[in-house]
C-alpha cells in the first residue's frame, strides 16, 4: 500500500465586501512538504461572481490570482516572495487577509498523490 503524505490546504475565497463576511469559494491551494508540492487552483466563474457582487473588477481577481500562481511556482516574476522557501510561500499566502481574495483556515490531510487530492478538493469545494 503507498505510503500516505500529510498535506495542507485551504480554499481561496472571493470577499467582495470585507466588512460583511460573506464569501465564494473559487479556489484550493494545497502544499505538500515531503513531495515538495505548492500549487493552487481557481475557476473565475463569472455568472456565479456577478450574482454575488455586480461591481467587481473580473480582470483584478484574475491579476491577483495569477500573482499568487507565480509565487506558488517560485517563479522571480512573483517578487521576493516567490524566492522564498516553498512552507513560507504557503504560509505567507494563506496568512489572514483583509482582501477581496482571502483563504480559508488551513486544514491538514493525508493524501497518496498531492495533485489528484488538489484536484479532488478542488471539485468538492469550488465547482
Known amino acids: 500500500m503507498p505510503e500516505k503524505l500529510v498535506y495542507e490546504y485551504a480554499s481561496i475565497r472571493f470577499v467582495p465586501k470585507v466588512e460583511r463576511g460573506e464569501f465564494l469559494n473559487i479556489g484550493v491551494i494545497l502544499f505538500c512538504k515531503r513531495k515538495k508540492y505548492l500549487?493552487?487552483?481557481?475557476?473565475?466563474?463569472?455568472?456565479?461572481?456577478?450574482?454575488f457582487s455586480k461591481e467587481v473588477d473580473l480582470e483584478e481577481i484574475t491579476q491577483y490570482l495569477a500573482g499568487w500562481d507565480l509565487i506558488c511556482k517560485g517563479n522571480p516574476k512573483g517578487g521576493k516572495i516567490a524566492q522564498m522557501d516553498m512552507a513560507y510561500r504557503f504560509r505567507w499566502i494563506t496568512a489572514p487577509k483583509s482582501t477581496i481574495i482571502q483563504c480559508s483556515e488551513v486544514h491538514p490531510g493525508l493524501c497518496v498523490d498531492p495533485e489528484t487530492e488538489l484536484e479532488g478538493l478542488f471539485r468538492k469545494y469550488v465547482l
Open 39 to 51: 500549487c493552487l487552483k481557481y475557476h473565475i466563474d463569472e455568472d456565479r461572481i456577478r450574482a
